[in-house]
Each structure stands twice: as C-alpha cells, then as structure tokens.
C-alpha cells in the first residue's frame, strides 16, 4: 500500500494489542474529570498498552504541607486497568509547589553569577540541598506506598530529563560545601588534591577543603582540573539523588521497573553511571527540533520535516546501553512542537516512521508525547496525538498505524541487537574538553559522531558503551578522542587488540591525566600500544589552510583538528599533504598480539573517516557494504529484520527481491521505510 491508502484504512479503524508495545504520556489533571474514560477509551482502541502520568503534579498531590491527595490519580489507573492498559508513573520531583518553596528557599539553585533561579517554571532546585532531598524522599515514599498494592502500575519514572535548561550544575553555598566534601572523599587530604590539579599556577594553592567553592562568575577561565572534579561532581550527586528515588520505589514494590527519561545532545550527565541504577533507560525523540541544534546554514529542508538520522540512531545506540536491558522512548514528538526556534510540521508519516527507528534498534516501547494538546501553561502549542478538542490529530493515526505494523512484524518477541562493534562514549574526555578545546568548532561529541556515522554508513550496527566496558564482546572498537586516559583503560584497550580485537582510535586520545593535567607525550599511556607519538598538532576554526591528507594512495580534507606523529614501531599508512606540516605521518597502523591497532590524528572529513573505519573493520573480520549508503539512508538490524530507512527527500532503490520484504516495497520513498528478512549487510541502496 502507498503511504496515503494506508493511513486512510487506520483512520477508520482501530488496532488491536501490539506484542511491542505504545505508550502515550497524558496529563489527566489538566481536563475534567468527565472526560478521562472518554479519553483512556480511545487510547485503548488505538493499541496503547502504557499510559505515562504524574511527573508534574506535586501541587495536586499535596495541594497543602502534609495534606495528601492521589485519589483522582487512584481513579485514572483504574479506568487504565478496566480498559486493559498498564500504568507507568512518575515521581514529580522536577516540580516543587510554591508552598516548599516559599517554606524552604534555600532549596533554589543559584547560576554561576550568583542569581537565585525564581519559582515559577520548572527544575528549579538544588540536587545538593539536603533539605530538598528530604522533602523527595518524603513525597516519594507517599506516593510509592499509596500505589504499592495496585496491580496497574508496572513502573516508574524518576523525576523528569535531569537538567534540561541548564540545570544540572548550580553553585549555591549548598554544591559549595557539598564539593569540598566530594573532594575530601576522594583525595583524602589536600596536598594530594593540590598535586592532583597542579595549584601552583596562578598562585590556586589550597590550604584546606573547606575552602573550595563552586566555580563561579571569574575574570577568566577556571582552573581546568578544577572544571573536571566539579563536573564529575555535578554529576555524580545527580546519580546520587536519582538512587534515593530508586531506592523508595524498589523498597515499596520489588516489581516495579525503575526507569529515567534522559535527553538529546545532553552530555552534563553521565548516562552510564545514571543507568547502572535503572532497569533500563529511557530518552525524550523530538528529531525536528535536534536538527535545529544544527547551525542554521547546515539546515536542510529535510532536516526541518524529519529530522537528522544519524542524531537520533546514535542516541538509540548510547541509551540501548546506558542501563541493564533495552530502552524505551518516553516522549516521542507527535507532530509540531513549541520549544525550537521554528514549529514546522512533520512529513507525512513521520511519526510512524521514527517509531519504527526506535524499534529496530531495540527500544520496546514508545510512548507520545502527549495524548492531548493543553490549553493551558509553557506547552500549548506543543501537539499531541489529539487535538485540544479531542479530535485525532496527525500523530494519532501515525501511532495506530505503527501499532498495526508492529502486531504484524511481532518485532516484541525478537532479541535485542547484538553488533559486533563498539564505539566507546566518555563523559568526562567530553568535560575536560569542554572548556579547553584548542580551537572554536573543536566539540567532543560532534567528533564522535562523525566516526560513529562513518560505521553506521557501511551498514554496521554499533553499541555506543562507556570506557570500562567489556570488549571482549566484540571484533572491533573504536575510541574517538578519548582524551582523559589513564592506566587501566589502556591496559584494557590494549589486551584487546592482542586477543585479535581491530581497534581505531583518534585525535586527541591520551592528552590528559585523570586531574586533567597533560601527559608528558600524547597518547599518553596508548603510546606503547599504539607505536606512535604526536610530535605537535594544529587546529583549523576555518577552510583558510590546506588541510589534505594521503591515504592508501588517495588524497583526503580534514578539518578542525590535524596531528603531525613520530612513529616508533607503528607503520605510516597516512601523510599530511600540503602547508607546514607536507609530509609529516598523520595516520598509523600497527599489529600486535593478534590483532591491530589504527591512529587518526585528524578529524576526518566524511570520505576519510569511511576510508580509514572501513579498513578497521576489513581487520576485524566484520561484516560491511562494499560501498557506503546514500546520504539520510541507514540500516538498522534486530534479530533477522532488517530495517531500511530513508529520512530523505527523494526515494531510494533497494535490490531485495519482493519474497523477503515484509513492510514497505524495494523502493523506498523519501521519509518512509522497509523493512525485509535478512541481515544488514545482504543490500544494495542506491538514489534513485
């Protein structure tokens, strides 16, 4: 069926129960209460299975100090569980009400001038007030405990997108002491930290933990191994305030899954260590506004319609594995929303299509935002999968028709992905780059991206882990900039490659202790491993100077960021071509043990990184396309479904014979999908 015929028959009719599961997020406190079976009825007909509730309504729940009331949330579950749909709630802890505030404003995060952040939005406390965390652990322990017995509620969410709007890191006299605490905890006494962070320079000499603040409003740049503990800090406490939370819902009801709905692009917050107090991890899709984060000039129309593939496969990727198990989608854009610069409407079908997305790389559920459009507050222009009267709106029959598919390919009962690849992710490389980055378009996570897209280019499925994870599991690594190394991970990267592990690494890797000081030779402790040294570097903020590398006889750009290396016992297998640096190595390979170890030291323009990922692979003995796909296609595998997606604006042709598709047909049109039983790798794409 073409994609208007077959949006047409669901709008007609409703779809049955899904063996992987939809889910919608609905705010029954802000309609009446006349209207929530009409409502829970018509989510039911569609093939909901979770209704997602609560996350901002302290105010309701205690309206007064002390004074509680959950029986309107009581009767809201029930009418779920009549209509046969499970609940899913959320600690409303994002939100305190004016009375605690009022009662308690010490618990308000301070900015790095020294502002007081007002009530009257959202996440407006501190996570290092320990009077806030008692006040969460009181209104938690209530509301766990009133719902403990009902068999509707499977889980809960913890708060809601810890640290959206720059919230993350306050600096009140409460991160204040509680810092020099954290640091006394992990220097145990102060001449080590001294050590540690070099304080000699411009006369930081500490004399005492108690007198370290928060790194506030300063002439200039703090102290960079200052940044990275308090960081590491930030994000430790938040892991800290996210376990109190876990805590009080696992002791009230062992059976409740524990989950935390994390963000795009947000790298404050270590998902990974977040994670390890999950069931699993869940994450907010609204891929037309991520593609705004681009620069304006990088903005495609197809951008504007659909979103950015390979920003959201990549997070699929990260938050598949930032906790024990598959990941959900807990707020899936709808249709326009309100919060990105511009509100332009999806293409046709979107909403079907980036649930299938999520799907193929192992989410489990998805769940709208929201159920209707609000007439009231920050959100009302933000869309829902009904409109503010009620009515159907675009997404509503996107999600029917999504369900219906996903009843047909029962993609529930099929296993996670298991790629043979892992790239390793690291918050704190990120940190320590944050502020001393060496260049103005120097970003962590950007550089990341291209060798990650680089991989998923040729067909390859990628677990995006963190450094200490166990690679034993896989044939090839690759660790982009992994500029904060010490020992151990290297020790870890190099047993690796000498069982037969293929490992790439990049610029920039090994330039930092862990007190983010620099090591005496980059990189650092992968220098023995690698056979090679960076001699000296230069960074590129324009396309002013030649920038052009040779590479297996070809000749490549590169940008940002380039690396003139002295190799000892490594091969030279790229050159820098042009300016001072004509001739000298740029790229390096090397055998050791049973396996190989490649260095890039440049940032790759998206022909390099194809060219140098694709030989990391060839090594490693793993499965790729002989030739790249076209720009906006990926494929993504989930245990014998092959999933081809096109968030172009023109179609695509496939070579697969019409016996193996099970979705969609060989030709693909722009934003739309097929899906076909195989693996990744037995496809042609071409434009056509």
Not at 331 to 337: A, D, H, K, R, V
Request: glycine share 8%.
């Amino acid at each position: 069926m073409g994609m208007n015929e077959k949006t047409e028959s669901v709008n007609t009719a409703a779809c049955g129960k899904t063996s992987m599961s939809i889910g919608v997020c609905y705010f029954p406190e802000h309609w009446p209460e006349d209207r929530w079976e009409s409502d829970i009825e018509a989510m039911a007909d569609c093939g909901i299975e979770y209704v997602r509730m609560g996350e901002f309504a302290w105010s309701r729940f205690e309206p007064e100090p002390g004074q509680y009331d959950t029986a309107w949330l009581e009767r809201v579950v029930d009418l779920i569980g009549d209509h046969g749909m499970k609940a899913v709630l959320c600690t409303p802890t994002a939100t305190p009400p004016k009375w605690l505030v009022d009662r308690y404003p010490e618990i308000r995060q301070t900015e790095r001038d020294g502002t007081v952040r007002e009530w009257g939005s959202r996440r407006h406390y501190c996570f290092n007030s320990e009077t806030y965390r008692q006040e969460t652990e009181r209104i938690v322990t209530e509301l766990a405990d009133r719902f403990a017995q009902n068999p509707t509620v499977v889980g809960w969410q913890t708060d809601n997108e810890y640290g959206v709007h720059g919230t993350l890191r306050c600096y009140c006299d409460n991160c204040s002491a509680a810092f020099g605490e954290w640091l006394r905890e992990k220097y145990g006494d102060v001449e080590t930290l001294n050590e540690t962070w070099g304080t000699d320079f411009w006369s930081q000499h500490h004399t005492s933990f108690d007198e370290i603040e928060a790194p506030g409003h300063t002439p200039t740049d703090h102290h960079p191994s200052r940044l990275l503990d308090y960081y590491r800090f930030t994000s430790d406490r938040v892991r800290d305030y996210n376990r109190l939370q876990a805590d009080v819902l696992r002791e009230a009801n062992e059976e409740w899954f524990v989950t935390h709905n994390f963000m795009f692009d947000f790298t404050e917050l270590d998902a990974f260590d977040v994670g390890s107090d999950l069931d699993f991890a869940s994450w907010d899709v609204y891929p037309t506004g991520f593609a705004q984060s681009k620069p304006e000039s990088e903005q495609t129309a197809a951008d504007l319609r659909i979103g950015d593939l390979a920003q959201t496969a990549l997070h699929h990727d990260l938050y598949r594995n930032a906790a024990d198990g598959p990941f959900w989608i807990m707020e899936q854009q709808p249709g326009s929303i309100n919060w990105p610069p511009t509100t332009s409407q999806p293409a046709e079908g979107a909403m079907r299509l980036w649930a299938h997305h999520a799907v193929a790389h192992g989410c489990d559920v998805v769940s709208y935002f929201r159920w209707r459009r609000c007439q009231q507050g920050q959100e009302q222009y933000h869309s829902g999968l009904r409109r503010a009267d009620g009515a159907p709106d675009r997404g509503y029959h996107d999600a029917a028709w999504a369900a219906d598919e996903f009843e047909e390919l029962a993609v529930g009962e099929r296993a996670q992905p298991d790629p043979s690849v892992a790239a390793v992710f690291d918050y704190e490389s990120h940190w320590a780059l944050e502020k001393v980055d060496m260049g103005p378009t120097f970003d962590y996570a950007s550089h990341f991206a291209t060798v990650y897209e680089a991989l998923r280019g040729r067909s390859v499925g990628v677990d995006i882990v963190p450094r200490d994870a166990d690679f034993r599991a896989y044939d090839a690594v690759v660790v982009p900039a992994l500029h904060v190394l010490d020992d151990e991970a290297a020790d870890r990267l190099a047993a690796f490659v000498r069982d037969g592990g293929s490992l790439l690494t990049t610029a920039r890797t090994g330039e930092k202790t862990p007190g983010n000081q620099l090591h005496p030779t980059a990189p650092g402790p992968l220098a023995d491993l690698v056979g090679a040294t960076v001699d000296n570097h230069e960074s590129h903020a324009t396309d002013t100077l030649e920038t052009t590398v040779e590479y297996d006889g070809d000749t490549f750009e590169y940008h940002t960021w380039g690396e003139w290396l002295s190799p000892d016992a490594a091969a030279v297998v790229g050159k820098h071509r042009g300016g001072v640096g004509d001739g000298r190595p740029a790229i390096t390979h090397r055998s050791v043990g049973d396996g190989s170890v490649t260095y890039l030291g440049v940032w790759p323009d998206e022909a390099l990184a194809d060219a140098v990922v694709t030989d990391v692979l060839a090594a490693g003995g793993v499965e790729h396309l002989d030739s790249p796909l076209p720009d906006r296609v990926q494929v993504a595998e989930r245990d014998g479904l092959t999933w081809v997606f096109n968030y172009g604006a023109h179609a695509v042709e496939t070579d697969l014979p019409a016996g193996d598709i099970v979705v969609g047909d060989a030709t693909v049109p722009a934003y739309d999908l097929t899906v076909f039983e195989g693996a990744a790798t037995d496809i042609t794409v071409e434009e056509s």
